[in-house]
């Protein structure tokens, strides 16, 4: 069977997903190595992403704000464990100026004092301020949400997984005790939970991270962990509970109500472009993109078909009255999105363009749905091999209830996927054999394994890794790890990444 994006997924999964990118348009490489260019429909998926997350940001109570891109280099080094986490993937700015000779090269010129490092991420630099913020425990909490690029040399970089340069959002919060600092960890790891589930449409793995997989300089870290359709896991987003760890680095301290002073306990949490990715990966198939309604730029998109110019008129005139009706309705808040295709393309040529990108609903209207009252109607859930005429007055007082059928279809499918390659494995033989075979998607394994030094080694071996340890697992106090029989309390997800 003929698809519109080859490599399918199963003959070639990573190239898959860059076909999917490249012909839904969502991006490009950058001249810049490692950088990418988000093209107009990428961003607009990003754009809403945005919008979402950031009214819920401020629905739990912190505020927008803007730091600067460049961190002097000595912020960094106060806090030892986060340089040491960050400090390969550093870009250094050394030079303030350039000067040009007589042939027009170009060479730095003005060497800084102290060299400043391209925000890999802002805890120091966000501290600083906090540090001059704070003074009493009046000034707590204080919640603070930063939407922001940041630069990360990566080695194999890939769209929208792993790109020197990224735009993400980081929160960072400052209390007075720690429990309070331990509530909102999870309080915003509960956010980025029910954005992926209720508005990506993608079930997900919520969990801690083993010991050696934390984020630098942080007590716990917490993960969204979401399952491609190969089998590989997603790290979709983090939330940090930070200790007192980077307070102490920087002087974080306020005057507490009993009049001594105390350190305050922070926290910090943040999700990226990466998300566009684990969308594509999630629900995407052969023919193209798959957007979740609840996220897509375009909730309908319409492509007119006539052959005769006279025809045009009848079909434009049925067109606007179907858009004129759905403009009454709203589905999830938010107006319907419609785009109507009036390029100089044939129909064929529009009607697959329209699957490609993505839109949820796709229509063909032309003069023999006019003269019968219908619409020629595909559900981008269920494949272009699913087409079928509907009455006009039906589809537009059932658009938003198609629209949530697809919703909770693309959940479905995706949960579905979590059920069935996510194994409990209660012994060495079974793991081995889980990971024998290399077709995919590759299956993880839930398991009793320890997080030591030569059990790292042991999964390295098969491209596997610590993915989280999930809040659902209960303490087993007789439990042993499967390889080296030392005790270890709860299991651990364990699976090949991205």
């Not at 704000?65 to 050394?94: M, N, Q, R, W």
């Not at 190969?230 to 760890?245: C, E, P, R, V, Y």
């Not at 979740?292 to 005769?308: G, T």
């Amino acid at each position: 069977m003929k698809t519109a994006v080859t490599p399918t997924r199963e003959q070639n999964f990573s190239e898959w997903f860059q076909q999917v990118i490249k012909v839904a348009d969502l991006a490009e490489n950058s001249v810049v190595r490692g950088c990418m260019v988000i093209k107009p429909n990428g961003y607009a998926i990003w754009e809403n992403m945005k919008s979402i997350l950031d009214r819920e940001f401020k629905r739990t109570g912190h505020k927008n704000c803007y730091f600067p891109v460049l961190i002097p280099l000595s912020f960094l080094e106060k806090e030892a464990e986060h340089v040491d986490g960050f400090a390969k993937e550093c870009a250094v700015v050394t030079h303030r100026r350039l000067s040009a000779d007589d042939s027009g090269s170009l060479k730095p010129e003005g060497e800084l004092a102290e060299p400043y490092v391209i925000r890999p991420t802002s805890e120091m630099v966000i501290g600083e301020s906090f540090s001059r913020w704070i003074n009493s425990y009046r000034d707590l909490p204080l919640k603070i949400n930063q939407w922001a690029n940041v630069m990360r040399w990566e080695m194999r970089p890939r769209i929208f997984l792993r790109t020197s340069e990224f735009l993400w959002q980081e929160g960072h919060t400052a209390h007075a005790t720690k429990e309070e600092a331990i509530d909102e960890t999870l309080l915003m790891l509960n956010v980025y939970k029910d954005f992926f589930q209720k508005t990506l449409a993608m079930p997900l793995i919520v969990g801690q991270k083993t010991e050696s997989e934390k984020f630098p300089g942080a007590d716990t870290t917490y993960t969204v962990e979401a399952i491609m359709q190969d089998g590989k896991a997603l790290q979709a987003g983090t939330s940090h509970f930070l200790g007192q760890n980077f307070s102490k680095a920087q002087g974080i301290k306020f005057l507490s109500n009993d009049k001594t002073e105390k350190y305050a306990w922070t926290t910090s949490w943040g999700v990226s472009t990466r998300m566009i990715g684990g969308l594509i990966m999630g629900h995407s198939d052969d023919n193209g993109l798959v957007l979740p309604p609840k996220i897509a730029p375009i909730h309908l998109k319409i492509i007119p078909v006539f052959k005769k110019d006279e025809d045009r008129k009848v079909v434009e005139e049925y067109i606007l009255k179907i858009e004129s009706e759905l403009n009454e309705y709203s589905y999830n808040g938010a107006p319907i999105s419609i785009d109507v295709d009036w390029r100089d393309l044939r129909g064929g040529e529009k009607y697959w363009s329209a699957i490609k990108e993505g839109a949820p609903v796709v229509i063909e209207v032309g003069p023999r749905d006019v003269k019968n009252n219908k619409v020629f109607l595909t559900r981008r859930d269920l494949g272009p091999g699913e087409k079928g005429a509907s009455g006009r007055d039906e589809f537009i007082s059932e658009f938003t209830d198609l629209l949530e059928s697809i919703q909770e279809n693309l959940s479905k499918n995706v949960q579905q996927r979590l059920d069935d390659l996510i194994c409990e494995v209660n012994n060495k033989e079974e793991f081995e054999t889980l990971f024998k075979k290399k077709s995919l998607p590759q299956k993880l394994a839930l398991a009793y394994i320890a997080d030591s030094e030569e059990n790292r080694n042991i999964l390295s071996q098969k491209s596997l890794t610590f993915r989280c340890i999930p809040l659902t697992e209960s303490k087993n106090e007789t439990a042993k790890c499967i390889f080296s029989g030392e005790k270890v309390d709860k299991r651990v997800l364990i699976g090949q990444s991205y």
